[in-house]
């Protein structure tokens, strides 16, 4: 059967994008340095603290409704969304008009494997420097618990400042892959392509925003600004879970997931 052309457009636009905005890829045209800042010890315990209590969290999975936008064009339908303690984490959508698409990674920094599939179901894996991101873009919090973030990954306090298109003011943290024993040119490439900003809220310290860039899955030299916000957090079994979470793309929201159920560990 012939897909409609709005199908035809969604999945070759979706072929381009879908997992290439779920991955955090700090590229820039300029190659700019990571700026120094102080170690974010303190605020991750009061982000941990916030987020479970100090609990640690094993596993989360977030059920709900989604909202895909294609520019004027909305298709509707229900989302999964699962993180392990492994660095495993994946996106199920089951959207109206253009059916399941997946967004999957396994494992995090530099051994991390990538992959997306549309309808058809078939797997395509994602440019390898877009799959350095060592937080889920979904959950944050999750990937910040102290235990669970790897060895190499540096988190630093860059103080008070605004993130993005968030016009308040809030505690920023910058994170990035810090090679051990590679060469000077390996080492900046994973700073680079693995940097991500958060926004924490001042009163809360949950996360508000999440922003990044990253390039498509041929990995051309184009940058896409994403951010991703955060609000309506709830408690479940002690967890603070953001119910509404919304990614945009250069500025225009792209996806819009509701969260209707939330099950830990």
């Known amino acids: ?9 969604f999945i070759l636009f979706a ?26 010890g303190n605020v991750l315990g009061q982000l941990s603290a916030a987020f479970s209590g100090g609990k640690v969290v094993q596993k989360v999975q977030l059920s709900g409704n989604a909202t895909w936008h294609a520019g004027s064009l909305e298709d509707t339908g229900t989302v999964t969304l699962t993180a392990s303690s492994d660095g495993s984490s994946q996106m199920q959508l089951a959207l109206d008009t253009t059916g399941q698409k997946t967004e999957t990674q396994a494992g995090v920094g530099t051994h991390a ?120 957090y709830r408690t479940v079994n002690g967890v603070q879970v953001p119910f509404l979470i919304q990614r945009y793309v250069n500025g225009s929201l792209q996806l819009e997931i509701s969260v209707s159920s939330a099950q830990i560990n």
């Not at 059967?1 to 457009?9: C, E, G």
Request: with cysteine; net charge negative; charged share 15%.
């Open 113 to 232: 494997n990538c992959h997306w599939a549309g309808a058809d179901g078939i797997a395509h894996e994602v440019h390898s420097g877009s799959c350095w991101r060592p937080a889920v873009w979904f959950l944050p919090a999750f990937s910040l618990q102290p235990s669970l973030q790897p060895s190499n990954h540096v988190v630093i306090d860059l103080g008070t400042e605004t993130i993005g298109s968030n016009v308040n003011v809030h505690r920023h943290l910058q994170s990035h892959l810090a090679l051990i024993g590679a060469s000077d040119a390996l080492k900046a490439d994973a700073a680079r392509l693995s940097k991500t900003d958060i926004s924490l809220d001042p009163v809360s310290f949950l996360p508000a925003v999440f922003a990044y860039t990253t390039r498509p899955d041929n990995g051309a030299p184009v940058t896409i600004a994403i951010e991703v916000h955060y609000s309506d």
């Open 15 to 40: 072929g381009v994008l879908l997992f290439a905005l779920s991955t955090t890829v700090a590229f820039a045209q300029g190659q700019e340095d990571v700026p120094q800042g102080v170690s974010a």
């Open 1 to 9: 059967m012939k897909l409609p052309r709005f199908s035809r457009l």
